[in-house]
């Protein structure tokens, strides 16, 4: 019975959208003009779902565009403009020729979509590394059997787009989807990297924001999300800041990105504010990549974009077990990582330090993980949605 009672908000919200999906499906055709962006990820359009609309608007000016993008909010007048959000999701739903997201969206399973409707994924992490969707049935992270009898999530995609062919058939599992519908085309958000001069400009626009650091190397510190939904668990970072001070602040400064859905338990001390920086949006992670010397992670997917520059990244994970247990991985995380595994600061400190770096490996797992190194991701995507031959020059 009480499982029954946690469902009633899934199914009160599944039919808020599905009602007005099935009125506006019977009112309206399909729009074969209409092009629908969405997201919970952010407030507006960015990173892969903003390289399609680039490359859409390039060459096509007949298209009309719509925009998805509302962060839930759990207070009684966030709860009450979610409402009127869910009735514009099914109307963009029922009437769109392309409904285009980029990671998971809980109106796309509460629906059956339309015959002449494309449902689009462009996930928002590249390669396969922690295992997600379906993959994680009954982990902690992941949906219960319970919930999946009333949302099968991740359903009702007609196309998904990834890194390289070695991937399909994680996304094919983590979908349930035939893998003839998984596209090893490249990641949109990538192609930043193969354009000239990016570098410079990234390093430019830190420079005029934090012109003390100017001199500096730099370590991207970038973890991974830790909680559930859009709620996170209180990240306190393992790394002990102020020893890496001591051992690399003459060299150094430590930029600190955390993952979208982070924002709590973070506070740069005093002491080492002429070190650390903790980014609030001031650069896109992109721009961060680009300037930066060394990445240090524990288990964020930012390894495949990171991977394209070919520098080296090492890695932090210290609760790696825990991790294990409540999400897990689509290959042995000690094996397959291009960088060494520490546990403690001192250890990484020490590397660094030494320069004890081996890019070859880094070379290696780009290759594995990636089909395309030629910046062009977003035209081969774009392409295909409209009929033509992925490759072909526009």
């Known amino acids: 019975m009480s499982v029954n009672l946690k469902m009633i908000p899934t199914i009160l919200v599944k039919n808020l959208i599905r009602i007005p999906f099935f009125i506006f499906s019977f009112l309206f055709p399909v729009d074969q003009k209409k092009v629908t962006f969405a997201s919970y990820r952010s407030g507006k359009i960015e990173g892969n779902l903003l390289c399609i609309y680039n490359e859409f608007i390039k060459r096509e000016d007949s298209y009309k565009y719509h925009f998805l993008f509302k962060k839930f909010n759990s207070s009684i007048s966030g709860k009450i403009t979610y409402v009127i959000h869910m009735i514009k999701v099914s109307y ?31 996930w928002h992490a590249a390669g396969a590394f922690k295992k997600f969707g379906l993959s994680t049935i009954d982990k902690p992270f992941g949906p219960s059997k319970a919930y999946l009898k009333h949302v099968k999530i991740h359903s009702n995609y007609t196309r998904v787009y990834v890194s390289s062919s070695n991937v399909v058939e994680f996304y094919a599992e983590a979908f349930d989807m035939d893998s003839s519908q998984i596209y090893p085309f490249g ?133 790696l077990e825990e991790y294990i247990a409540e999400r897990d991985f689509y290959f042995d995380f000690r094996r397959f990582i291009p960088g060494p595994l520490f546990t403690d600061t001192e250890s990484l ?15 290696e797992f780009r290759g594995f993980f990636f ?21 072909q020059n526009n």
């Open 349 to 363: 400190a020490g590397w660094i330090v030494e320069k004890d770096f081996d890019e070859s490996l880094v070379s």
């Open 187 to 319: 990641i949109p958000r990538t192609d930043f990297f193969f354009k000239e001069n990016v570098k410079e400009e990234a390093k430019r626009k830190f420079d005029r924001i934090f012109p003390e650091f100017q001199d500096k190397k730099f370590i991207l510190y970038a973890p991974t999300f830790r909680g559930s939904s859009h709620y996170q668990n209180e990240f306190l970072p393992p790394l002990n800041i102020p020893f890496l001070k001591e051992q690399l602040g003459n060299e150094y400064c430590l930029l600190i990105n955390l993952h979208p859905y982070m924002k709590a338990g973070l506070m740069i001390e005093e002491d080492t504010k002429d070190f650390a920086i903790k980014l609030e949006g001031q650069l896109t992670i992109e721009e961060l990549l680009v300037i930066s010397d060394i990445l240090v992670t524990d288990y964020s997917s930012v390894i495949f974009d990171y991977s394209l520059l070919c520098r080296p990244i090492a890695f932090f994970a210290p609760d």
């Open 371 to 391: 089909n395309h190194f030629d910046g062009k991701s977003s035209k081969r995507i774009v392409n295909h949605l409209l009929g033509m031959p992925a490759n």
């Open 92 to 122: 963009l739903l029922a009437t769109s020729r392309f409904f285009i997201i980029d990671d998971f969206y809980f109106p796309v399973y509460a629906i059956k979509p339309r015959e002449g409707t494309d449902i689009v994924q462009l």
